[in-house]
């Protein structure tokens, strides 16, 4: 059979696996028992995973992330979606993407059905090639070769053309599922087959029956018989079949299925007709909203548009039934759109009975945004009496915060690591410390905001500013740590952005009051809503693709959570670095009294923090002598596990383990050390296996500490200084938004400065370029012009 296939040479794709289907298929569906495709399941190419499935149906899901326990889903396919953009002939790729999802979930343990359109475009096709090849023998026998170009195609009715494609719409589905082990049965209805209750109780005991056998049954409205729509045909509480839109919210209520999802041409519902100027994609969409959405006109194929759409949706949702609307055209989101939405993942428009309590994070946006603006607008006393007001409310609202912190210490005992819930813990001393950044900040801020950089006379009356101006609005998602959340917010206010806040789950109770301390700052001046803590179920994943709201995300928490969000940030750059792998060279030339107090403040005072000691690079012919005995006796001290580098291992008789990869981020009191023959073998080992963090050279020579300094590529280089100096606070900054390892923008600890940009300010009297012609009257000067002084008080 399969020697049918690869002999067809050039035949379309649905014709060449005709014969193998018509041989096979039927005797499939009788051959096989319901046994013996779980076991095929079990071994198939398609990753099988077993989740939660199990739910009462009844009522649908609140939220997205509740999306992945949906059991039993409806996956309808419009008429956009299944046919070529020619309307003449099937999206073969699309189809088998398509196809390739549901067999994923179908083998997860889902029960999957199919609505699909298709069989008219796909009969359109057949039909007109039948009729060119009759037109064209007939006009060669009449008429000569010459006249073919002229033949006119009449206008094909659509039930024929329903009649003509349905067998090969579903062989070409057959032939489909069967590459994933999956057998596909077709069920052809009309709106008779729901109104009449014999008929009904038999499609719903046929259902049943193929879902129980592990069938996915594919399900289209009998176009070859099927009569004409009847405008507002839908009786008192059902809705009538009058489109694959409401067949398909139909069968989902009759099935009790968990979800329903209505792929179309389009990402979702928008508040007006998409394309146009102000149209935005409503991420939820509740009962009752119709109102506030304007209905544009109906795809290019197909019966119903998007108003018949929400129609069927609200009837399906009312049911039990959760909906989802989104784009199954789109080729950057098509070949994933279907796992996507049932992984809860923001995709199209999300059908919900459930109101938040509080503003969507698009809604939080628009706010950060507006509330942004209005506090760029502010004189720099106004956003300094705000920064020292909210240190204030750190220090005399101290009881109510720690009260906080102990319950979300209390909650993340013994679900989370001691690093992390050292993190956690705020104290009075933490509490004190940020009170005095944050009025750093505050001093330093001045003239942050506005201050100019350059002045050039362009000619005559013709001035030119660079002025510094706030970035826009920046959305930092940090972990564990909620004495971030006040130091952010004092940097947004002094450099006038808006502010996004994603904290983790294990600070709930801590974010939340320091949230609010941060408002009552901004409520001095009126801006209250310039900060937001977003507190809806957003994964980070969604909030990383708001790329109209957002113009910079720092991240500030694990390596792994910075490189899931430069991952996922589409569009929207990041801020931060993946790694903190820092090392400290011991030169030849080092002092014994200094190397001990270094290691030890590098490695052991904060472990957890990316600034800390990970690698210690020791010179060779400092082996076997006092000065390396005093850092291994001070390391078993502080009971330090050591990891040796290859080359250290091989000095060694009897070892500590070696290590498993010289770049690695201990976050705990572990470290590697390795020998190096020279400070320039040092840089490379840095510059291998570093990641251009903090790195450190201890020496008494000068002139090799200034190699050092002046050849290591990282963002902080430090002379007979501990590694954890690498931080705003200390740096004088007065916090920091995080530490930077790219080349552009900001690099190193983030202070205010790297959380402005500029903008160019021209002022003129009835200039215009054409003056400046070679036969103008106005020449240009490029003068450069004093600046003014920059206030350091």
């Not at 005991?205 to 996915?216: A, D, F, Q, S, Y």
């Not at 979702?268 to 009752?288: E, H, N, R, T, V």
């Amino acid at each position: 059979m399969l020697s049918q296939v690869y002999r067809s040479g050039f035949q379309p794709f649905h014709q060449r696996l005709l014969p193998w289907v018509q041989s096979t298929a039927l005797s499939r569906s009788h051959r096989i028992q319901p046994s013996t495709i779980r076991h095929v399941r079990s071994w198939s190419n398609i990753p099988f995973i077993t989740v939660p499935l199990s739910r009462a149906h009844g009522k649908s899901f609140a939220h997205r992330s509740e999306l992945k326990h949906a059991k039993r889903i409806v996956v309808k396919l419009g008429s956009a979606v299944v046919t070529r953009g020619d309307e003449c002939g099937l999206a073969l790729g699309r189809l088998a993407s398509i196809v390739e999802q549901v067999s994923v979930l179908q083998n997860q343990g889902r029960e999957m059905m199919l609505v699909t359109s298709g069989a008219v475009a796909f009969g359109k096709q057949r039909l007109r090639h039948e009729i060119l090849l009759s037109q064209s023998v007939r006009q060669a026998l009449h008429s000569g070769q010459n006249q073919l170009k002229e033949m006119a195609i009449p206008v094909l009715e659509a039930r024929a053309c329903a009649a003509a494609g349905q067998s090969g719409l579903m062989a070409l589905y057959e032939a489909m599922f069967t590459q994933y082990s999956i057998c596909a049965a077709q069920i052809l209805v009309t709106n008779l087959d729901f109104h009449d209750e014999q008929k009904r109780r038999n499609l719903n005991g046929t259902l049943h029956e193929l879902l129980r056998m592990n069938i996915v049954p594919i399900v289209n409205t009998n176009d070859a018989v099927v009569p004409p729509a009847e405008p507002n045909s839908d009786l008192q509480g059902v809705i009538s079949v009058k489109d694959n839109d409401s067949l398909a919210a139909r069968l989902a209520v009759e099935m009790k299925t968990d979800l329903l999802i209505v792929l179309s041409d389009v990402e979702g519902l928008f508040d007006s007709p998409p394309g146009s100027d102000d149209a935005k994609l409503i991420d939820i969409f509740y009962p009752g909203d119709q109102q506030s959405v304007t209905f544009g006109t109906k795809s290019r194929v197909g019966m119903g548009g998007m108003e018949a759409k929400v129609k069927a949706a609200l009837w399906a949702l009312q049911g039990g039934t959760s909906v989802v609307i989104a784009n199954g055209t789109h080729p950057k989101v098509s070949g994933h759109v279907i796992t996507d939405i049932v992984e809860g993942k923001k995709v199209g428009t999300f059908f919900s009975e459930v109101k938040p309590a509080g503003p969507t994070v698009e809604q939080q946006g628009e706010m950060a945004r507006s509330g942004g603006r209005m506090l760029a607008t502010l004189e720099p006393e106004q956003r300094a009496e705000i920064i020292y007001h909210l240190a204030d409310l750190l220090t005399d609202q101290r009881d109510e915060i720690l009260l906080a912190n102990k319950k979300d210490m209390e909650e993340a005992e013994g679900r989370l690591a001691a690093p992390l819930l050292k993190r956690l813990s705020l104290s009075t001393s933490k509490l004190n410390s940020l009170a005095i950044g944050l009025r750093q900040i505050a001093a330093s801020s001045q003239d942050s905001v506005g201050r100019v950089l350059r002045r050039t006379r362009i000619a005559k009356n013709l001035e030119l500013e660079q002025v510094t101006v706030p970035i826009g609005v920046l959305l930092v998602i940090f972990e564990s740590r909620p004495d971030c959340l006040p130091q952010v917010a004092a940097l947004a206010i002094a450099s006038g952005n808006g502010l996004l806040l994603k904290g983790g789950k294990e600070a709930t109770h801590s974010n939340r009051i320091l949230h609010l301390l941060a408002q009552e700052a901004l409520s001095i001046h009126g801006v209250k809503e310039a900060i937001q803590l977003v507190n809806t179920r957003e994964e980070v994943e969604d909030l990383c693709r708001l790329d109209k709201m957002i113009d910079l995300i720092i991240p500030r928490g694990s390596s792994q959570l910075v490189r899931d969000i430069q991952k996922a940030a589409k569009g929207i750059p990041v801020m931060g670095h993946s790694e903190g792998i820092c090392h400290m060279y011991v030169d030849s030339e080092a002092s014994v009294d200094k190397i001990t107090r270094l290691v030890r403040d590098s490695k052991c005072e904060y472990p957890a923090a990316c600034n800390a000691l990970e690698t210690l690079l020791i010179h060779r012919d400092l082996l076997r002598t006092p000065l390396f005995d005093q850092i291994i006796d001070m390391l078993r001290v502080e009971q330090v596990k050591i990891h040796a580098g290859p080359k250290f291992a091989s000095y060694l008789t009897f070892s500590p383990s070696e290590v498993k990869s010289l770049r690695t981020e201990y976050g705990d009191l572990e470290l590697c050390i390795e020998v190096v023959d020279s400070v320039q073998e040092a840089i490379d080992h840095i510059h291998k296996y570093g990641s251009s963090h903090t790195d450190v050279i201890v020496t008494e020579n000068e002139k090799t500490a200034e190699f050092f300094l002046q050849h290591v590529d990282s963002a902080c280089v430090f002379w007979n200084a501990s590694t954890r100096f690498s931080d705003g606070y200390r740096f004088g900054l007065g916090a920091e938004v995080g530490i930077s390892t790219s080349r552009i923008h900001a690099r190193g600890p983030v202070g205010l400065e790297g959380l402005l940009t500029t903008k160019w300010l021209l002022r003129g009297q009835d200039h215009v370029v054409s003056d400046f012609s070679e036969h103008g009257s106005l020449k240009y000067l490029h003068e450069n012009l004093p600046v003014p002084q920059r206030n350091t008080n």
